[in-house]
């Protein structure tokens, strides 16, 4: 069973997310097109506030996996739910302060008369802070996650090991026993008769057991030891969703900023293009995967879907 204090995170990853996918479909439906427009400053506030509050909580759950997984003794001096509340608590103040400096006046130069895009409403310095700021984290929660699969195929191959050799000792173990058990119950007249019987099978169990030995890796390892597939398969989906949607946005970010579009122009077209189209939409589209990949690798959440679907939709099929 997970600690409280993730299952607080999770929820605060989900209810970020939900607000970026509301102030969307609010920047869709209002039509906003001037960034000087007071509605567009509204905008863009409620898409940069969620988006680095889910940013930075992402971040926190890879350090809430990290102390847990690799420092489970001092997880509940480090990370208890008081900790974890004030945390998300300053993660939102700060997504909060940040998304309403444009409206306190500090804006970008081609804020007036301009689109209203994110590049646009906000200052020059204010996003190459922002930028190198979340690819600091997602970098962060890269190194988490590489030193956590590090650790879970280290641990799995200890258990493969100790279980191979548990399976290599264990024919000796039997011969053992059969043999003190078939001596103890034995006349005196039919105990040579016995061991001779018994000599003999234990030449075969030996014979067999070997055999068993030099191939055991191959007959015990589909059954019974775990698989590296599985955490490597949780860690690479984590780690590329996040470092996949995100990191090429701002790294666009910040070629556009170091462009400088009053001064070299049309040159910086084709970066304004990327952060407004395409890597704006993958980027958002992080909101939309989190929620999906944390409760689909989730237990407890596949085991309510399955009661809902059998409790449900199987009654009206039959």
Request: hydrophobic share 45%; with cysteine.
């Amino acid at each position: 069973q997970q600690p409280k204090s993730t299952y607080l995170l999770l929820g605060n990853v989900s209810l970020a997310d939900t607000i970026v996918g509301f102030s969307l479909i609010f920047g869709v439906t209002v039509d906003n097109s001037v960034s000087s427009n007071p509605l567009c400053i509204f905008q863009i506030g409620m898409l940069v506030c969620p988006a680095m509050v889910s940013i930075f909580s992402v971040g926190l759950i890879a350090v809430d996996r990290y102390i847990y997984i690799l420092h489970g003794l001092y997880y509940q001096r480090w990370f208890n739910t008081t900790r974890v509340r004030i945390g998300i608590l300053c993660i939102w103040m700060i997504g909060i302060f940040i998304s309403t400096l444009p409206a306190m006046g500090w804006t970008g130069r081609t804020f007036t008369d301009y689109r209203c895009w994110y590049i646009a409403v906000f200052p020059s310095a204010l996003l190459l802070v922002l930028s190198i700021v979340v690819l600091s984290v997602i970098i962060m929660v890269c190194i988490l996650y590489i030193l956590i699969l590090r650790s879970a195929v280290r641990a799995v191959d200890k258990i493969r090991e100790f279980k191979e050799s548990s399976y290599a000792n264990k024919g000796y173990v039997d011969d053992l026993s059969n043999s003190n058990a078939a001596i103890s119950i034995s006349d005196s007249f039919e105990t040579h008769v016995e061991m001779q019987k018994i000599e003999s099978e234990t030449q075969t169990q030996k014979s067999d057991s070997s055999k068993g030995r030099r191939m055991g890796c191959c007959r015990i390892r589909p059954a019974t030891h775990p698989s590296k597939l599985k955490a490597v398969k949780t860690v690479l989906i984590v780690t590329l969703c996040f470092l996949g949607t995100w990191a090429p946005y701002y790294v666009a970010v910040i070629m556009y900023v170091k462009c400088d579009i009053m001064k070299n122009g049309y040159e910086c077209i084709p970066l304004e293009i990327l952060t407004l189209g395409p890597l704006y939409l993958l980027g958002v589209c992080n909101s939309l995967c989190d929620p999906l990949i944390y409760a689909w690798r989730h237990s407890g959440f596949k085991r309510t879907l399955k009661r809902i679907y059998w409790k449900c939709v199987a009654k009206h099929k039959i």
